[in-house]
């Protein structure tokens, strides 16, 4: 009953749904909690299944019983505002942040299948975990010294690109005294103020969109501007108007690797702009940090493997001569500056106990890249 309070309270401050007082909200709560306490990254709630928690990347199934029609709907509108339940029946479709104080946040996204409401809740832990006990690389701490540029994060859905989001906020948050604001869709972690003082905007209550927040950013006197998702044309030529103009824009991008974030961003632009855009990117990027995660060997979980790609002279050549399938050959070359492929992360993993051969071998871009570079250990 106490959760529950809080999270009344908490509902009526920041106009987030208020959950029912009924058996199906204190189901939901029990679900949510035991996901919790086994550091699952998201609950999908689907008709005919138990609960299924997704756990160091594998779906499992709950304790819980199988889920009919009606329960999967009475569950999730638990956690729904009667006008958040009308938007869902309009528009079929549904993204909100709801806020457990014992548990955390949670992102919440209704859908509808085959008629029926169903539901994918990511976990939002309560605290962030240090660049060490992450694996970020030892660069980062570097990057977020910056004062102005572009650091990009990339990689495939539930590679935690958000996490080490959040954790470089975070470092500048404990370091700096400035200004940060972030845009986000929506907002996974609520920051405290330390040194820095921080707004964080969500798409849909705060603002209409990551381009129109973006517009009115610049002119709320930040220093660091966090963007949780560069989508679109306008999104992503404002981030390099404002990394040009002296801020540091922290971004995440869906993109697999180095060389095709570059590729992506100029791809976006029509073919007249395309110029202009490589020589805006080349001149204020700071890094492109593309990861995954890797299931280990040595212990339960997943193991971070990052390739690392630093605005270097070189670097900004290449880009803005449209060279970007020299970007792997310049990685390869520039560990003196903080850079590596994702090969040679995956290769030091394995070499270390973390992960299995194999694994690397998967979780490659280039596997001939690995046997390239262990050729030497073989001599």
Same mark, same amino acid.
């Given at each position: ?17 208020? +959950? ?8 939901? =709560? ?9 550091? /699952? ?8 299944? +138990? ?12 304790? !819980? ?23 869902? &029946? ?17 992102? $919440? ?13 990511? $976990? ?11 694996? #970020?690389?030892?660069? $980062?701490? %570097? ?5 102005? @540029? ?9 590679? @935690? %690109? ?7 906020? !975070? ?5 700096? *005294? ?6 986000? !869709? +929506? ?18 209550? !705060? ?5 129109? /927040? ?37 971004? &995440?991008?869906?993109? +697999?690797? /180095? ?25 204020? =990027? ?18 971070? /493997? &990052? ?5 270097? @002279?070189? $670097? ?11 970007? *792997?050959? &310049?990685?390869?070359? @520039? ?13 030091? #993993? ?30």
């Amino acid at each position: 009953m106490d959760t529950q309070l809080s999270f009344a309270q908490h509902g009526r401050m920041t106009g987030l749904g208020l +959950p029912s007082e009924t058996n199906h909200y204190t189901r939901l =709560l029990a679900a949510l909690r035991r996901a919790v306490q086994r550091r /699952a990254s998201d609950v999908h709630l689907v008709v005919g299944l +138990p609960p299924m928690f997704r756990i160091d990347g594998e779906l499992i199934a709950d304790t !819980d019983a199988s889920l009919g029609r009606d329960d999967v709907r009475e569950l999730i509108y638990s956690l729904l505002s009667e006008a958040q339940q009308e938007e869902f &029946t309009r528009d079929w479709q549904l993204c909100v942040s709801i806020f457990i104080p014992e548990l955390g946040h949670f992102r $919440v996204t209704v859908y509808s299948h085959m008629g029926n409401a169903e539901a994918s809740i990511r $976990v939002c832990p309560l605290s962030l975990r240090t660049p060490q006990e992450l694996g #970020l690389p030892e660069i $980062v701490h %570097k990057l977020i010294e910056k004062r102005s @540029g572009l650091i990009l994060i990339t990689g495939p859905t539930g590679s @935690g %690109k958000t996490t080490t989001f959040n954790c470089m906020i !975070d470092m500048i948050n404990r370091q700096r *005294r400035c200004k940060i604001i972030t845009v986000e !869709d +929506p907002v996974e972690f609520v920051h405290e103020n330390r040194l820095s003082l921080i707004v964080q905007q969500q798409v849909h209550s !705060d603002t209409r969109s990551f381009s129109k /927040a973006m517009v009115h950013i610049l002119r709320q006197d930040p220093d660091v501007i966090g963007v949780g998702e560069m989508r679109d044309l306008e999104t992503i030529s404002t981030a390099l108007t404002a990394a040009e103009t002296g801020h540091l824009v922290i971004a &995440t991008l869906h993109t +697999p690797d /180095a060389a095709q974030t570059v590729d992506r961003i100029v791809d976006v632009f029509p073919g007249d702009m395309q110029a202009q855009i490589q020589t805006q990117l080349a001149s204020c =990027l700071v890094a492109v940090i593309a990861q995954q995660l890797v299931p280990r060997v040595d212990a339960d979980g997943r193991k971070l /493997a &990052t390739e690392v790609l630093i605005g270097t @002279g070189a $670097v900004r050549s290449q880009i803005r001569e449209r060279k970007s399938n020299m970007l *792997r050959s &310049t990685m390869q070359t @520039g560990r003196k500056e903080g850079m590596q492929l994702m090969e040679r992360s995956l290769l030091d #993993l394995y070499q270390s106990g973390v992960i299995t051969y194999d694994s690397a071998i998967a979780h490659s871009h280039s596997p001939d890249v690995i046997q390239q570079l262990m050729a030497p250990d073989k001599k």
